[in-house]
């Protein structure tokens, strides 16, 4: 009997280490400088943040997510699922510290995986240390959940590649020193099979961010997401990453443990919004009493725990499957949970907003923002929508339609069935 909920001494000394230094530590950084988690360090932000990085090394949890040979620690997806809770009260700077910063973290991953010596010694080490920033420029302003409407193109002439093309919601390209970019290099098959990924140089010419776009509620200076023209970008033909027409190959393996890492952050996350729902409703006096003794606010905590408590377990179980039996067995799973996780973080908001009164809506309080957070997630990665009819298609490959008028669980079918089972012993 192999089914273990407790975790290793040692290990939980490293988590009891990380809860007090992300809560004494990380969460002040928020309040101090709102959004520049994707600005270079300047020389006051590095005299605060540098120090912060290294104690996370000297403690063995820099980069928790990544394998020994990239500078991380190999814990496996169950480990790291305790950590990033950890790190999902904290937000962004949390990653920024721990070196776990998305999309910098699926970016190191291709380059790991795809990228030539070349490209890995001049950006994998200093993305990894968190030093410089990546941007991964996929979704077109057409559209970007489905790619059947992307146009953006490259053309192979001579030894290398020309680039045309729009971009948006480019994340970060404002201060990125590569992209990762997606283009048609066969419109003649199937998108899924004509699309290629490239590396981009930030200063290569015919790059021009025409517009930058800001999540409503973040600060003017955040890094924000781009519309990104190319014009006749040129890269070698080594700035292919992977094969010729599996740019969504490339893609899938940065995507699929981005979603599961968003889903570990989102426990920590709503154990914040839980924490703040439960502080306030033992604060605030009403007549009589305080809003702790109503009902209403008792059943908002109640249904935040409750919904908390089976997404952990849900993330936790998919961590061991992807453990224990590797990424592709657990893509149901990892599904699922993409579809639960705006759900648990914009409920989990709504009733702490709700109870917190006005002040929840103003820009005093976290909670607004965080709504948006919760939003965020139910669009970037791919829409909800699409990955409920993924996941649905998938569940149905495993089923088969009944013969007949009538569905097997009919009571004129199970009787036939126990019939033959036992007619003989019947009376
Ligand atoms: C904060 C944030 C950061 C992002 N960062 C990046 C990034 O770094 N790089 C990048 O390339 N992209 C990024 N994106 C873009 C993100 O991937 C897209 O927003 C997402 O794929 C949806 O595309 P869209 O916004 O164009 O919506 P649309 O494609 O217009 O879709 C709108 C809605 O239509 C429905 N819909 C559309 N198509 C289908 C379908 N086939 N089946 C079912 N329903 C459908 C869904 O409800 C969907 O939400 C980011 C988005 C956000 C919000």
Redesign the pocket.
Known sequence: MAWDFSTDPEFQRKLDWAEVFVEEKVVPLEALFPDLEFQPLTPERRRIVDPLKQEVRDHGLWAPHLDPELGGQGFGAVKLTLINEILGRAGTWASVVFGTMA?DTGNAEILARFGTPEQKDRYLEPLLSGEIFS?????EPQ????PRVFTTRAVRAGDEWVINGL??????VSTASFLIVMALTDPDVPVQKGTSMFLVPRETEGIVIEENHQ?YGHAPGAAG?GLVRYTDVRVPLDAMLGDPGNGFGVAQSRLAGGRIHHAMRAIGYCRRLLDMAAERALSRKTAPGVLADKQFVQGFLADSYTELLQFRMAVLYTAWIIETQGGDAARKEIAALKIATPKLVTDAVHRTIQLHGGLGLTAELPLARMWTSGM?LG????????HK?NLAKALLRDYKAVEGLWPSEMRSNRLAEAHALYGDLLD
């Not at 941007?135 to 979704?139: G, I, K, P, R, V």
């Open positions: 999309p941007c991964f420029s996929m979704t559209g970007g959940a489905d971009k948006y919601f480019s994340s970060n999540i997401h965020t669009l970037a990665d791919g829409p909800t929508e699409v009819v």
